[in-house]
């Protein structure tokens, strides 16, 4: 295993995600809208993430570095500018070409980070998606530190770290995007993927079934909190906790995936989380702060130990073109499975026992039930072990 090259990739991945997570607590700071800003996010994603698997099937063609290197430096740049504007137009602009960046940027770099693993690509995947998870995790502390201490108006001022860098990855780096020999035609790519489109598919339709409820926490951390009536230190720091303990799932679902079959992985996360979810909500409404923290960590810890399963299988059917299918499951997933987004804020405030956005998530619960059925219907044995 490549440790140096699993280590630098894993660290512009930390700064990608980073800026993913900024329009969230932006959302909160600023006072927008949650619908509004529910649906911003949920277009926009469709948008960006639908081009993702032609972005990695891009990158499979491409190769070398270039799109990588614009990846992160466009999403930096476009999601640091959103402190400067409360404007929904031109913070839906934003918002797309920081998507789109961050969509460039993914496939290429999950090849890069399979490829390190040298025959354990779960273990170097499940750290590259971890160190993700924490730069995310930190995200919108760094985002909601900076813009409390010099003003909104200063956020462009974050894009500089990822700046640095993304050309020193450019100039000074030495890892690129790989594959076979020779690089796929479209006629080879499309054979092969329609031999292989069924498991594709409902590996796909597993992915955003799981990430709506995922990404629903996610984005709505902040503002639940809020809803609860906790501060603003409080609430900024919902979502690190979150994301924090999703990398450690990621973490072990990395180290014990060679162990155990990846069907069941997928099974046990996404079930067991509902009693931890449970006293999230409980704890959170009767305004505890330290055992919501405790129910919202938990909850993120086992969510999380099903993302690389998911992704895995897919790698495995497809070994001639990994990032066309991160590009897929990633790239589709994000497009579609944020709209429970706008689903989860329309739903907000209904039950008289779930204030706020709790009400809306309980209703997304459904989604990570359902992904478990659809697992119900993979094979047995991992594919192509």
Avoid: C
């Avoid at 032609?54 to 614009?70: E, H, I, N, S, T």
């Amino acid at each position: 295993m490549e440790r140096r090259q699993i280590l630098f990739i894993s660290s512009l991945h930390f700064w990608v995600d980073a800026y993913s997570l900024f329009f969230p607590i932006y959302m909160v700071i600023a006072g927008l809208d949650p619908a509004w800003a529910a649906m911003i996010t949920a277009v926009s994603s469709l948008a960006a993430n639908g081009l993702q698997p032609l972005m990695g099937l891009w990158a499979d063609r491409l190769r070398g570095k270039l799109p990588v290197f614009l990846g992160l430096a466009v999403g930096a740049v476009a999601l640091s500018l959103i402190g400067l504007t409360r404007n929904y137009a031109l913070l839906f602009v934003l918002v797309l070409v920081g998507r789109l960046g961050i969509s460039l940027f993914h496939p290429g770099a999950s090849n890069i980070a399979g490829a390190a693993g040298r025959g354990r690509g779960e273990l170097s995947f499940s750290i590259f998606l971890a160190v993700g998870i924490m730069g995310g995790a930190l995200s919108q502390p760094y985002f909601s530190v900076l813009t409390a201490r010099l003003d909104n108006a200063a956020s462009p001022l974050l894009a500089l770290p990822a700046l640095a860098l993304a050309f020193t990855y450019l100039f000074a780096g030495r890892m690129v995007i790989t594959g076979p020999r020779q690089s796929l035609d479209i006629r080879t790519a499309g054979r092969i993927f329609r031999e292989r489109l069924a498991p594709i598919l409902l590996l796909l339709a597993i992915m955003i079934f799981r990430y709506g409820f995922i990404t629903a926490i996610a984005f709505f951390a902040a503002q639940l909190f809020a809803d609860w009536g906790f501060p603003r230190l409080a609430y900024s720091a919902a979502g690190t906790v979150y994301n924090l303990a999703g990398a450690a799932g990621i973490l072990l679902s990395g180290v014990v995936a060679h162990r155990v079959r990846l069907r069941t992985l997928l099974v046990i996360s996404q079930l067991a989380f509902l009693p931890f979810f449970a006293l999230l909500l409980h704890f959170g409404g009767r305004s505890a702060l330290w055992p919501a923290f405790a129910g919202l960590a938990a909850t993120g810890f086992v969510l999380n130990l099903s993302h690389v399963p998911n992704i895995m299988m897919g790698h495995r059917l497809l070994p001639e073109m990994t990032s066309t299918v991160s590009g897929i499951l990633m790239g589709f997933a994000w497009a579609f499975g944020e709209f429970a987004l706008p689903l989860g804020a329309a739903f907000s405030g209904r039950f008289p026992w779930a204030p706020g956005l709790s009400s809306g998530l309980v209703v997304l619960v459904a989604l990570p039930l359902l992904a478990t059925l659809l697992t119900l219907l993979l094979p047995r044995e991992e594919p192509l072990r």
